[in-house]
T-cell receptor
Framework: AQTVTQSQPEMSVQEAETVTLSCTYD???????LFWYKQPPSRQMILVIR??????QNATENRFSVNFQKAAKSFSLKISDSQLGDTAMYFC???????????FGQGTTLQVKP | DGGITQSPKYLFRKEGQNVTLSCEQN?????MYWYRQDPGQGLRLIYY???????QKGDIAEGYSVSREKKESFPLTVTSAQKNPTAFYLC???????????????FGPGTRLTVL
């Protein structure tokens, strides 16, 4: 069975600085997808970034980028130039390519301080 | 505007009562999902449906039931058999159905269920 682990329950960062959130996963599949979702205080789940396992290039979306290490089964999220609006809970998620089912990590609460 | 709606936003239930949470989407998505979120935890899959009139159990299906009579609707019933139903419930949908290939899941705003 696949598992997703986020080892940092809480993190904080000063506005405009850079922060990295960690995620590791376990799977025997070779074809899968990885996601980072953001859940602000409104509790609406918002997709931040996604990565296809077959792609070697790390995904980027504006200030958000990932460091995908397939052999190490690691998928960290880097947020550059942190903004107050980035304050949220961040979830790493693994998608089974056959079923489309998402498996979530426990989440990391990120506080951006002014 | 296309999207996913969940109602009600807050729901209170007495012990021993069944209650149904609504989830509607107008995104023309084939697949729909129900997740449960407990405080400080990630989401856990309750049920999912990849096509109308078909659904499968997720990781924590006990005490829950669903139906998928229409593409747009995927209601979740929390039965009295669910031992600890107080939680935040999220519905999601995505494009792939039986011929699934990856695609992101879009989430509704959620329903907070409290058992009194």
């Amino acid at each position: 069975a696949q598992t997703v682990t986020q080892s940092q329950p809480e993190m904080s960062v000063q506005e405009a600085e850079t922060v990295t959130l960690s995620c590791t996963y376990d799977t025997s599949e070779s074809n899968y997808y990885l996601f980072w979702y953001k859940q602000p205080p409104s509790r609406q789940m918002i997709l931040v970034i996604r990565q296809e396992a077959y792609k070697q290039q790390n995904a980027t979306e504006n200030r958000f980028s990932v460091n995908f290490q397939k052999a190490a089964k690691s998928f960290s999220l880097k947020i550059s130039d942190s903004q107050l609006g980035d304050t949220a809970m961040y979830f790493c998620a693994f998608m089974n390519s056959n079923t489309g089912k998402l498996i979530f990590g426990q989440g990391t609460t990120l506080q951006v301080k002014p | 505007d296309g999207g996913i709606t969940q109602s009600p936003k807050y729901l209170f239930r007495k012990e021993g009562q069944n209650v149904t949470l609504s989830c509607e989407q107008n995104l023309n998505h084939d697949a729909m999902y129900w997740y449960r979120q407990d405080p400080g935890q990630g989401l856990r899959l309750i049920y999912y449906s990849q096509i109308v009139n078909d659904f499968q159990k997720g990781d924590i299906a006990e005490g829950y039931s669903v139906s998928r009579e229409k593409k747009e609707s995927f209601p979740l019933t929390v039965t009295s058999a669910q031992k600890n139903p107080t939680a935040f419930y999220l519905c999601a949908s995505s494009i792939p159905g039986l011929f699934s290939s990856y695609n992101e899941q879009f989430f509704g705003p959620g329903t907070r269920l409290t058992v009194l």
